[in-house]
Each structure stands twice: as C-alpha cells, then as structure tokens.
C-alpha cells in the first residue's frame, strides 16, 4: 500500500475472459491497467482504453524541426553568410536543398521515434519487469491471460484491486512489489558514465597502437609516391637544402619572348607579331578565343557578355573604333596582363596563341565593318578565279 | 446524371465549333489521358491486392473492380484522340524531321508504329480487364475457388503488362507531345498519378456504397488501411514529381529544361505551385493522423481533392501545348461535366447490376473479420 507496489496480478483462462473481466474492473475505479498475453489479443487496446500515444506528436514536431532548420541554415549559408553561385544557379536556389530537408526530416523522425520510444516512453533504464518474477509468468507466457491494476500516482490500495479481480473472475491473485534492482539509481549511472568513459580511452588507444603498428594498405599510390620532390620539401643534395632550385636570374623558358612594353604607347611599337599569315593561324586564333574569350566577349567580340544576367563586369567591345584603331601589340599586352576586370591570361594561352587571336579579332573586326568596296573587289575576283578553272 | 452528360455532350460538341479543333482535342486528349490513369490504377489496386494475398481488401474490392470497367471504354475515347497526332503533337509537324532528337526518335515516332502500340496497349488493357473483373464477377455466380487461384497467377502477369503499357503510354500520349522533350522516369510519374487517383477514386465508391448499406462489415480499420494507401502512394507521387524536376532543374540542359520552362514561368507558374501544393501537401498533412485514415469526411473530401489535382496534374501536362497562357474555360469545364458524368453513368451500371461485394472470393469471410488491433 505504498510506493514500493508494483501492481495487483490476477490470471484469467481465455482471451475473452480477460476482455469481460476489463471493464468490472475500471469500474471499481482501477484504471490503470496492463495486461499480459502469450499472444496478440484483437479488441485489447479498446477494452483497456488506452490513450492515444504521444509520439507521433513528438515525431512530428522533431521531423519539421528538421525540416525547418535545414532550410534554414542553407538558405542563411549559401543566400546570406556566403552567397555562392553554383552551377549558374539563382542565389535562393531552394530546389538543391529539399534533398537535404527531406534526409534530415527522416532522420530525426527516425531517431525521435525509435529513442523517444525506448527511453521516453518505456522508461529505459528499467531492469527486470516485475512481471518476470511473478508466480503467474510460467503461465502467461504459455496458456493464460493476466491483468495487472497498476499503482495511479503511486498509490494503490492492493486489497481493494485484489477483490475486484477476484470479482471479475481472476484466479491466483498475487501482489508484486517493486524489486531494489528494478530502478536505475545513482550507483547505475555512475557505472555506466565510468563503463562509457572507458571503453573510450580503451578503443582510442587500441586504434592508435593499431595503426602504428600494421602497416596501412594505401591501394593506388603509384601518382602519389614517384621518385621525385614535391614542391617546398626539403632535400640534402644542393647544399642550400632545398629540393627545388630558383632558376638563374635572366632565365627564359623556351620559346618565351618578354614583353618589354610598360605602357600601351610602348606596346604599339615594341610587341610585333611574328606569326606568318597562313589560314593555319587563323584558325587556331578563331579555336583559341571560342575557347577563352568568347564567355565574355561574345564570339563576334561585341562583348555582350553570355553571362550577363549574374555577370557584372562590362567587357571591351571588339568591334569599337577605340578597338580596331588599337595596335596589334596593345592587344597582346592587354590578354597577356590583363585589363581592369579582365585577368592575365599568360599562364593560360601560349604567345603563339596570343598572337593568333590578335589575328582572328582583326578577321573578327574585318568581317563586322567590311566597307562596300570589299564586295565590287571580291566579285570579279571570283568570276576570275571560276572562269580560270574551266578554262584549264 | 443522363442530363449532366447530355449537357457536357454539347459543350464538347460546341467546343469544336467555337474554338476549332485544336481547344477541341487538346481537351480530349488530357481526359483520355485522366480516364487511362484511373481505368489502370485501378486495376493495379485490383491486381496488387490479388499479388500479396492481402484479404482484408476482399470486402471493398468491387470499388476498383467497378472503377475498371471503364477500361473498355478507353478504346473509342483512344481512337478519336488518335485525331491529335496531326494536330498537336510537334513530331508530325512538317519541318519536324530537321531537328537532331527527332531524328534520332524517327524510328520511334511515326505513324504506323504508333497505331500498333496504341491498338496492342488497348488490347492488353481488355484483355487484363476481361480476364481480372469478368473472372472475378463470374466467381459470384460459379462459387469456384480455383477462380481466385488463376487471378493470383495472372496478377505478376498483369503487372509487367502494366509496367510496360503504362510507360509506353506516357512516352507516346503525354511526353511526345514535345517530341524533343525526354525524361525516363516520366512514365513512373503517371503511374504515381494513376495509383493515387484509383485510390482516390476507389476511396470515393466504397464511402458511396457504405451510406447506401450495400458494403455491410466495412469498418473504420479497412478505410484507415485504404487511407494509409493514399497517404503513401501521395508521398510516392511527390518523390518522384520532384526527382523528376529536381534533375531536369540541377543539369539545365536546354534540350529538357525548356519543357519545365513553359510550365513553371508565365501564366502557368500559379498551376505549378497549386499542383505541387495542392496534390502532395495538402493530403500529406490531412491524413497524416491516424484518426484522419479512419474518419469518413476527412477521406472524401481529401479523395475529391486528390482527383481534382490528378485533372491539374494532366491539364498542366498537356494544356502548354495550346501556347502561352492557361487554357482553362467552359470548354473545360464542358469537357469535365461529360467525362465524368458518362464515368459515373459507366461505374454506377455497374453497382446496380452486380454484386458489390464478392461473394464468390473464400477470403471474404476473413477480409470481414480484419481488425487493426
């Protein structure tokens, strides 16, 4: 009749039995019950009344905190903390973070349901339902049903239950207390935060006696250990002890030619373009400037940016008189080091290649401005050449 | 009902004059398209409950089996669709043949090819009905076992048929439309559309029948179990609705962004949005409670919902090709008054004459007894 009560057990011979005996027995106003069967009993819950579990609303409210907080912190992060375009995509590009949602979603509802359930709900830790060591166990778990009044707020009246059982038909009606070891105490917790705490220290150490002693199996390591030195390592053959040496002042790479304009006056004169004219150049100039300066120029060198919706910056515009009057070497400078917004592209296009788009931008200005008589020259010229032909 | 559809009947007819042929078929086509996916759903819902040996379904299986018969009728509404090939799919168009994908598709798309896989799916579909409803509605009178027997046998059968039709049929009516547009899992796409809808629609009858007393034993544990249904093949419909989307949307290839370009911008962008809304969200969160699975009101009002999204969902497929702007008037609402009204003329004969319960099927009394718990 005190704390220590688990419940008041009482044992009935059929399923239907059990579910007669329920409702006599909340009527004597013992509603708290459990009951134990060897089996899955349809009609159960009802008769039992059992309230409607609490967690689905706490799957819920975890799974949209998931979902809210993805959202949230990939919008802050990719919109506001550090707007990063990706794949030419809008800023707010809320397509690419649902994935993410939805894993997160499903992973903290799987989680709250399946830890809320154990440790919320069924109370773990508990150890050894008294149930387990009840007289009536042989029996419930082979051919009979039990119920069990179980203490409403910690108090029951066990004569009481045991006589409404009685009542209802229940047979070898036994009182269970609340065994000692039942409960999980200060002693438990502090054994298992000690248990956790070394099993830690003992893994971490194993693993890290492991890896200094087996060698470690690195599968495809012929790219990463040649006979050679990266750069920046030490080595002891120059006695400086460095593996890579500064070339020696004045060095040139082969077929390099310094540009020794300072200024665009300079550059006019001094940068003179030493490619033969052949339709071979021309080509490789129109390959080389689709490749690199198109994005931004525009193939016909408008500069009418293909990027222009996210694109700030306003290229040069080719075909401008400003442009065509340029000298050919002012052009060169300008792709070798660059202009304004515009980066060097030295590291990345031969000087071979300069000098080949310079041609392929004056083809390029040639072909937007062609002056009328172009076309009175070009035409007999044509005829010329055909009428040539059928004569051989 | 007869007035409903006689009205409808001179809306459609009205429709061909006042707004030509092109209005005309665009809208034949979309309920072609809708009656397909309902017809089939439910004879997936039929088959798939014959392939698990499920028995507490056994009691409302004649909802589907009702909603099927409108399989047969598929062939003459299929047949006057075949008049919009000309008209409105872009792989018949002269100059057609000059674009790189549809030369590629030419061996694909062309007239006697496509005739022979619409008349072989349209015979697949007949056949499957005769042998799945008619063998299950002769049951009642034979009282024969082995009858269920061959339906569990043919069912797997029916499901490669399915799977192969169904795809077929969303390449040829829907995606072709524009002809250069591919997407492969579009034919998964119709067939969460299809599942969902026949649900919808089988949810709907069996709540008709249980008012007029003619589905006695049906309780509230088999509609949470039909509700649970719905709420999975809705979740279903929206991962695949948005994978779909989501790949064509990240890789931004101009030769399938375009499609999803016509119908999320401009005058459709409020269709896209009530679609992805209206057929994921809102039956996600009203069933997702499971006293909502087992409440009546909440299931009709979610079912009539639901179909209502289907007719969006292929109204937003199909309508884009009419041109810029959202097509939608009394044309539509015309078309909408004939379908389903003749539907339900076709579904209700059905109720009337036969039995709506299978009498005949050696798991009913098992199906009666189900309990959740």
């Known amino acids: 009749m005190s704390e220590s009560v688990f419940g008041t057990l009482a044992l009935f011979p059929s399923a239907d039995a059990l579910i007669e005996a329920i409702p006599k027995v909340r009527k004597e106003g013992f509603d708290r019950l459990e009951a134990f069967t060897p089996y899955p009993v349809h009609g159960l819950d009802d008769a039992l009344g059992l309230p409607k579990s609490r967690l689905g609303v706490l799957v819920f409210i975890m799974a949209a905190i998931a979902a809210i907080g993805a959202f949230a912190f990939e919008w802050w992060t990719g919109t506001v903390s550090y707007p990063l375009l990706t794949a030419g995509k809008a800023y707010n590009g809320w397509q690419a973070w649902v994935p993410v949602m939805l894993e997160g979603t499903i992973l903290f509802g799987t989680f709250t349901a399946g830890l809320a359930m154990l440790f919320v709900f069924n109370k773990l830790p508990y150890f050894g339902n008294p149930v387990l060591h009840s007289k009536a166990i042989d029996e419930i778990t082979r051919d009979r049903f039990a119920l069990m009044v179980a203490p409403d707020h910690g108090r029951l009246d066990t004569d009481a239950a045991a006589a409404a059982l009685r009542a209802a038909g229940g047979e070898a009606v036994e009182m269970l207390p609340v065994p000692h070891y039942a409960k999980a105490g200060f002693r438990w917790w502090a054994r298992t935060a000690a248990a956790i705490a070394v099993a830690c220290v003992v893994a971490g150490l194993g693993t890290a006696w492991a890896i200094r002693t087996f060698p470690t199996t690195r599968p495809m390591i012929e790219m990463e250990s040649q006979p050679r030195l990266d750069a920046e390592a030490a080595d002891s053959f120059f006695p400086n002890g460095r593996g890579m040496q500064r070339p020696p002042r004045g060095t040139v790479p082969r077929a390099y030619v310094p540009i020794l304009a300072t200024n665009a006056a300079q550059a006019g004169q001094a940068l003179i373009d030493p490619l033969p004219a052949t339709a071979r150049v021309l080509e490789r100039g129109r390959r080389m400037f689709n490749i690199h300066c198109a994005v931004c120029h525009d193939r016909l060198g408008t500069g009418k940016a293909w990027l222009d919706s996210t694109y700030e910056a306003q290229p040069a515009d080719l075909q401008s008189a400003t442009m065509r009057e340029a000298s050919d070497g002012m052009l060169y400078r300008v792709m070798s080091e660059g202009y304004g917004t515009m980066p060097a592209y030295a590291a990345d296009i031969s000087q071979d290649d300069r000098w080949a788009i310079v041609r392929y931008i004056r083809a390029l200005q040639r072909s937007q401005n062609a002056p009328a008589r172009d076309l009175t020259a070009a035409r007999p010229a044509a005829g010329a050449a055909h009428s040539s032909q059928r004569e051989r | ?373």
Not at chain 2, 58 to 86: D, M
Not at chain 2, 296 to 313: A, C, I, P, T, Y
Request: hydrophobic content about 55%; aromatic content about 16%; overall charge positive.
């Open chain 2, 1 to 373: 009902m007869w007035i409903l559809a006689a009205a409808g009947a001179a809306g459609v007819a009205a429709t061909y004059l006042a707004d030509g042929p092109q209005r005309f078929l665009a809208d034949w086509l979309l309920w072609f398209v809708f009656m397909v996916c309902v017809a089939l759903g439910a004879l997936f819902l039929v088959a798939l409950q014959h392939i698990t040996g499920a028995t507490w379904s056994v009691p409302l299986r004649r909802a589907p089996e009702f909603i099927a018969t409108l399989t047969p009728w598929l062939a003459p509404v299929g047949l006057i669709a075949l008049f919009a090939l000309p008209v409105l799919f872009s792989w018949t168009q002269p100059g057609a043949s000059s674009s790189t994908p549809l030369v590629l598709k030419a061996a694909w798309l062309n007239y006697p090819f496509f005739m022979i896989r619409l008349v072989l799916c349209l015979a697949l579909w007949v056949l499957s009905y005769n042998i799945l409803i008619k063998g299950s509605i002769g049951q009642d009178t034979s009282r024969n076992a082995s009858v269920t027997v061959r339906l569990r046998r043919f069912s797997p059968v029916f499901m490669v048929i399915l799977a192969l039709t169904l795809t077929n049929f969303a390449f040829d009516w829907v995606s072709s439309l524009e002809a250069a547009w591919y997407s492969d899992m579009f034919g998964v796409y119709l067939f969460a559309g299809a599942a969902t809808s026949a649900l919808a629609a089988t949810l709907l009858a069996v709540i008709y029948l249980r008012r007029r007393g003619r589905l006695p034993g049906i309780t509230a544990d088999h509609l949470y179990n039909l509700g649970g249904l719905l709420f999975g093949f809705t979740i279903f419909w929206g991962y695949i609705a948005f994978s779909q989307y989501l790949l064509q949307w990240y890789a931004n290839l101009p030769e399938e962004v375009f499609w999803f370009q016509q119908r999320t911008s401009g005058a459709m962008a409020p269709v896209f949005i009530l679609l992805g809304i209206g057929h994921f969200f809102v039956p996600f969160f009203a069933l997702m409670s499971r006293n909502d699975k087992k409440n009546w009101k909440r299931l009709r009002w979610v079912s009539v919902w639901v179909l209502f999204m289907e007719f969006v969902d292929v109204f937003w497929l199909i309508s884009p090709v009419l041109g810029k702007g959202v097509h939608f008037g009394w044309p539509e609402l015309a078309f909408a008054a004939f379908f389903l009204a003749g539907g339900l003329l076709v579904i209700t004969r059905g109720m009337r004459e036969q039995q709506n319960v299978p009498v005949g099927d050696p798991f009913l009394p098992a199906g009666l007894e189900f309990h959740l718990r």
